[in-house]
T-cell receptor, first 110, second 115 residues
Framework: DQQVKQNSPSLSVQEGRISILNCDYT??????FLWYKKYPAEGPTFLIS?????DKNEDGRFTVFLNKSAKHLSLHIVPSQPGDSAVYFC?????????FGTGTSLTVIP | GAVVSQHPSWVICKSGTSVKIECRSL??????MFWYRQFPKQSLMLMAT?????????EQGVEKDKFLINHASLTLSTLTVTSAHPEDSSFYIC???????????FGPGTRLTVL
């Protein structure tokens, strides 16, 4: 049973525009949410996170929004750059257990 | 952020041999380490979770006798692929989390090619 879902396997965005990556989860007990970026043949790199007590966290070009009532998480990248092209994984945490989505491949077109 | 290293980054071995992959947390104490496997164009597949000083917990379908995991210290976990076969060829990634962080930090991955 997939507790964390990324329903869009891929996304293409023009350079300079906003990229919005979405993630849905089913377990209301998750207390921490994370986004990772992954290039081919490399391990995922931590990007940004948010606690369940917040609804927004911003770090430079990256903002994560959490809508607990909808059990929905999103990552906004503004402005998008070609170097942002990668696979993005969302993850949810409860206790010491992490649940990952299947990833969204973002392509930023120059 | 915290740094996790893996060694080797790429290993090629003959079928039937065993291969050991090391995962180290360089600047924090990793109370829990995770081992993942990634096939081409697929998402991460969690293989096992290990807590320092105790036996690893394997995910369903992962052979614990084939994928031996040892987490002997707060900075080192090892994955040994025993009697490797070509179907074990994959990209193996470790990650770690500690008591002072809610974040899981990943290593750079190890590419295993079994001939």
């Amino acid at each position: 049973d997939q507790q964390v879902k990324q329903n869009s396997p891929s996304l293409s965005v023009q350079e300079g525009r906003i990229s919005i990556l979405n993630c849905d989860y089913t377990n209301s007990m998750f207390d921490y949410f994370l986004w990772y970026k992954k290039y081919p043949a490399e391990g995922p790199t931590f990007l940004i996170s948010i606690s369940s007590i917040k609804d927004k966290n911003e770090d430079g070009r990256f903002t994560v929004f959490l809508n607990k009532s909808a059990k929905h998480l999103s990552l906004h990248i503004v402005p998008s750059q070609p170097g942002d092209s990668a696979v993005y994984f969302c993850a949810s945490k409860i206790g010491n257990q992490f649940y990952f989505g299947t990833g969204t491949s973002l392509t930023v077109i120059p | 952020g915290a740094v996790v290293s893996q060694h080797p980054s790429w290993v090629i071995c003959k079928s039937g041999t065993s291969v050991k992959i090391e995962c180290r947390s360089l600047d924090f104490q990793a109370t829990t380490m995770f081992w993942y496997r990634q096939f081409p164009k697929q998402s991460l597949m969690l293989m096992a979770t290990s807590n320092e000083g105790s036996k690893a917990t394997y995910e369903q379908g992962v052979e614990k006798d084939k994928f031996l995991i040892n987490h002997a210290s707060l900075t080192l976990s090892t994955l040994t692929v025993t009697s490797a076969h070509p179907e074990d060829s994959s990209f193996y990634i470790c990650s770690a989390t500690g008591t002072l962080t809610d974040t899981q930090y990943f290593g750079p991955g190890t590419r295993l090619t079994v001939l």
